[in-house]
């Protein structure tokens, strides 16, 4: 009887992941859960994430450990009804471990990164899906790459295409950024989309990329906008975070300001800021990201005001916000007029599509039309 | 982002700065191989392979191949360097150094001092060490003890692809004169390592993983017979901190320190010999500032005060390994 046991399976977060870390155990033996109820923290060598159940029943067998690094696909828990005996599970489990084969690196018909010239820039992006839905552009933050789409990029791409791209200065692009200003990066934003040939595209864009979102909605003939935790809606941005961001050199230094992204910190792992790290030793990041800093937060405040202009937009707009914020506060989703959706999403941060990534797709599932 | 060995991301390394600055050359023993000769050009890129591929980009202006006379090629090395050029000369064993020594520690080390900053020594001079590749008592030495006693010489150990990539960048940048030590049985470990160019600053330690019940620090290979120590002991519940230094000159003695005062007991893992090594070095730092801090005897895991044995089984008894590393961790922890 076979058939009525399922496996629960390390899950693929984002292209990057190979294999997971399970840091904790969120049901115990013998709970039954839904589908969506959340059973597990894992541990990313971006981010520590909240594993939702993939199916429900009863769960009869923890197999994995707490603390155990485990490949993708491996054996976490088994669901199944009362009726299954105890050794039948562990015939089930012996047999799933004995047939297990870990998928080799690379061999996989993953999507690669592509790079498309725009202007003097090499843009790096990575497309997931296809379909004749409108397309979908994701524009990530400061300091950030395609990896803060993790959890949503392969959601999103049902029936469409979905871009995530490096903006320049960051991930895989070109490194060097001669205006750092709103408007220049929101024209390379829309050269991009020109230069894929995107037409009616939505654009999803986080933090200052909401606001390149913002500025570049009109020229990009955009369909639909949707902005999380976006720059250029308000005057106050943390610039701590921001210059310790690019001012941190050792892990101690760099946790407790990347520990502000987040609401629940301990999501933050010595993995993440180890990539951080790395990220910012490369050739000409540190001065593309002081660039993005002076251009746009001189004195410690955002220097571009977007209101005006997306409250004159035609197309629908939402726009989500962390309720606790620390980077930019949530009170900025105040006010923005009545052509405009806003989400609040409750315990969460600065990157509730990383930390309340299921709230999050489900938020831009209803504005793109799924 | 693709994954790399050990050879090609120091490979990868030099390429990079080489279409960077026209100024950086390369050569050594065999470099090239091949090269002015008849036969295949570039057949060899150093004996192990490392520089293969640079004569056919960079031609034989920049990538030559030498006599066998270490003393006349790394003497010129010091020289180019002095006149501007930057040049990575290949010395294929660490062993051989012997014959060339005079103008590494007492000339390109001293420039920058007895010209009073005026001039400088951009020179790196990559070499091999390490025992476990069956190459008996006069190629297997780990010798960078030597060159970190030596002011005015800046001394790398990579542990790693990711590290030997920055760190090579960041030698070839550098000023001054850097011996770049690389593990012969390491050619081919493999990690991720980023296709655009990077440094890691030297005196920056790396600190692996953190535990609150040891801090072992080691070097070069060592660093991941650390970490399998590690593992090993984190299943009896004893968690260990793992500092791999990078450079042993500069050295970065705060975090190493830094470490110690957490956990109270210092491991020190040392593929050379055990008297004035990098393992005496950082205990007796450890013994003079965080004194107080210590819970127990500093433990020091080092191979013998002997050559490298030509049996290879006694060879494999011989290199410092896992076991011996948690051995010494619980005889710090008694």
């Not at chain 1, 002081?290 to 251009?295: E, N, T």
Request: contains cysteine; charged residues 20%; negative net charge.
């Amino acid at each position: 009887m076979t058939k009525d046991i399922r496996a629960i399976t390390m899950p693929k977060w984002g292209l990057a992941m190979t294999e997971g870390e399970l840091t904790a155990w969120l049901v115990d033996e013998g709970a039954f859960v839904d589908e969506k109820f959340e059973i597990a923290e894992i541990e990313t060598t971006k981010i520590t994430n909240v594993f939702e159940s993939p199916i429900s029943g009863k769960v009869r067998k923890l197999v994995a450990h707490t603390g155990e690094v485990l490949p993708i696909g491996a054996l976490l828990a088994v669901i199944a009804a009362d009726e299954i005996s105890d050794d039948e599970i562990d015939n089930y489990v012996s047999k799933f471990q004995e047939d297990f084969v870990p998928e080799e690196d690379g061999a996989s018909d993953d999507p690669v990164h592509q790079k498309i010239t725009v202007g003097d820039h090499q843009i790096s992006y990575l497309k997931i899906g296809d379909g004749n839905n409108d397309p979908v552009l994701l524009i990530h933050g400061f300091g950030a790459d395609t990896v803060s789409w993790m959890f949503n990029q392969s959601v999103l791409a049902d029936g469409r295409a979905v871009y995530a791209i490096d903006l320049p200065g960051h991930g895989r692009s070109s490194k060097s950024i001669p205006d750092g200003s709103i408007a220049s990066m929101a024209k390379i934003v829309s050269g991009l989309i020109s230069a894929l040939g995107l037409k009616n595209v939505h654009l999803i864009g986080h933090s200052f990329g909401g606001a390149l979102a913002i500025a570049a909605a009109e020229e990009s003939g955009a369909k639909s906008i949707t902005v999380i935790g976006s720059c250029g809606l308000g005057k106050e941005i943390n610039t701590k975070f921001l210059q310790g961001f690019i001012d941190g050199k050792r892990g101690k230094h760099l946790k407790p300001v990347l520990e502000q992204l987040v609401f629940d910190k301990s999501l933050i792992g010595g993995d993440m800021i180890n990539e951080v790290i790395k990220f910012k030793r490369i050739d000409g990041v540190p001065a593309a990201l002081q660039a993005l800093v002076d251009s746009n937060f001189a004195n410690g405040l955002q220097s571009t005001d977007l209101r005006g202009i997306l409250s004159k937009l035609l197309i629908p707009v939402s726009v989500i916000w962390g309720a606790n914020d620390e980077i930019i506060s949530v009170s900025h989703s105040q006010g923005l007029g009545s052509n405009v959706s806003v989400s609040i999403i409750e315990n969460s941060g600065h990157i509730p599509q990383m930390e309340k990534s299921s709230e999050v797709n489900d938020i831009i599932l209803k504005s793109i039309g799924n | 982002m693709a994954k790399k060995s050990y050879r090609e991301a120091i490979n990868e390394a030099i390429a990079q700065e080489m279409r960077r600055d026209e100024n950086v050359l390369v050569w050594g023993e065999d470099n090239a191989g091949g090269a002015g000769g008849e036969g295949e050009q570039d057949a060899w890129g150093g004996v192990l392979g490392v520089t293969k591929g640079l004569l056919g980009e960079f031609g034989p202006e920049r990538v030559l191949d030498t006599p066998i006379s270490e003393s006349a090629f790394i003497g010129a090395a010091v020289g180019a360097a002095a006149t501007g050029l930057r040049p990575v000369a290949e010395l294929m064993f660490a062993d051989f150094m012997g014959v060339c020594f005079d103008q590494i520690y007492n000339q390109a080390a001293k420039f920058r001092y007895m010209f009073g900053g005026k001039a400088v020594t951009p020179l790196v001079i990559r070499t091999m060490y390490g025992a476990g590749f069956r190459a008996a008592s006069q190629h297997s030495q780990t010798l960078y003890p030597m060159f970190t006693h030596i002011p005015g010489l800046k001394v790398i150990v990579p542990s790693s692809p990711y590290d030997a990539k920055g760190l090579m960048i960041q030698a070839i940048r550098d000023d001054d004169p850097c011996i770049f030590f690389e593990n012969k049985v390491m050619y081919d470990d493999e990690e991720e390592v980023p296709d655009d160019s990077y440094t890691i600053p030297f005196g920056e330690a790396n600190v692996i993983r953190e535990g609150e019940d040891a801090t072992i620090v080691a070097f070069g290979r060592m660093v991941g017979m650390a970490r399998q120590a590690a593992d090993a002991l984190e299943k009896e519940g004893i968690s260990c901190t793992v500092v791999d230094p990078r450079t042993t000159s500069p050295l970065d003695t705060d975090t190493i320190l830094e470490c110690v005062e957490d956990t109270g007991r210092l491991v020190v893992v040392d593929e050379g010999y055990p008297r004035c090594s990098m393992a005496s070095d950082v205990s007796s730092i450890v013994a003079q500032h965080a004194f107080k801090a210590l819970k127990g005897p500093i433990q020091m895991v080092t191979a013998p005060h002997a050559p490298v044995p030509f049996s290879p089984e006694l060879e494999d008894e011989y290199v410092p390994n896992a076991d011996k590393i948690v051995a010494a961790v619980r005889a710090t922890l008694a």
